[in-house]
């Protein structure tokens, strides 16, 4: 689900771009209708408030809406839509992906959305580059083995036969394929993660480490998250944020 904000003082402007995003897709969530500068910071002020794409108009009845850009950090995507062509460089100095012309049309919406798709999958698919060549280089050799205890006995296991590792009162366990708990000879998940093939595993949250041939399906969960179940049984719901669904899609999709 995309969260979207339309910054908007004209009403029939509002309901046509909601009518046009609801006849594109379904999968946009319009959180927020801001009519003024002063409502937009006032909205973009509260860290609660998120947003994943915004729609802004730049003439406003308190003054130009790059105003807002210089009240409060924004981060989103924005495209702008406006009667006006004479702001379209200005529009590059404030997060712009498109500049549309009013009134929008569906193939312009089409193409801007599209846009943004691309970019997201692009810095995902970056991000994930990004952090194994930090995590290791080209030539990293990746642990294919952990010790795990058992009792009072230790053991050598494969790593391509533990089906998520997890963490619980600042302990590592394990569950392997036939879905047997063990306990991790490692520190943290966190150490522990840099030492495992970034293509098999996955940093779900905080608490687990996920192996991607024992994930059996994944839903949207609250509109913004993703859910994961795997083919064996584990406890509770695997929640991926908000913040990583983008890189999780292309973690199991590409890699």
């Known amino acids: ?21 609801e006849s594109i897709n379904d999968d946009y969530n319009v959180v ?10 006032r909205w973009f002020s509260n860290s ?62 089409k193409h801007a959305i599209t846009k943004l798709k691309n970019l997201k999958q692009h810095f995902a698919l970056n991000y994930l580059q990004l952090l194994n060549n930090n995590t290791s280089d080209k030539n990293a050799v990746f642990k294919d083995r952990i010790v795990v205890r058992k009792g009072i006995e230790f053991q050598s296991m494969k790593t391509e036969d533990v089906a998520y590792f997890y963490t619980e009162h600042k302990l590592v366990f394990l569950v392997d394929k036939d879905g047997k708990k ?26 687990y480490i996920i192996n991607i041939n024992f994930i059996k399906k994944y839903k949207p969960l609250d509109r913004v998250k993703l859910e994961v179940e795997l083919s064996i049984p584990v406890s509770e719901s695997i929640v991926i944020s908000q913040e990583n669904t983008s890189s999780f899609k292309a973690w199991i999709e590409n890699l």
Not at 195 to 203: C, E, M, S, T
Request: aromatic share 10%.
């Open 1 to 21: 689900m995309t969260n979207v904000v339309i910054i908007e003082d004209e009403q029939p402007a509002i309901e046509n771009l909601v009518t046009e995003l």
């Open 32 to 41: 927020a209708v801001l009519r003024s500068v002063e409502d937009s910071i």
């Open 48 to 109: 609660e408030n998120a947003s994943d794409l915004i729609f802004l108009d730049i003439h406003l009845p308190d003054g130009l809406s790059f105003n807002i850009f210089r009240q409060v950090k924004i981060n989103t995507p924005v495209v702008f839509t406006t009667a006006y062509d004479k702001y379209l460089l200005n529009s590059f100095e404030y997060n712009s992906i498109d500049y549309l012309l009013k009134p929008v049309s569906t193939d312009k919406l």
């Open 182 to 207: 063990y306990m991790a000879h490692a520190e943290n998940l966190t150490d522990l993660f840099t030492q495992l093939n970034k293509k098999i595993f996955y940093r779900a949250n905080r608490k």
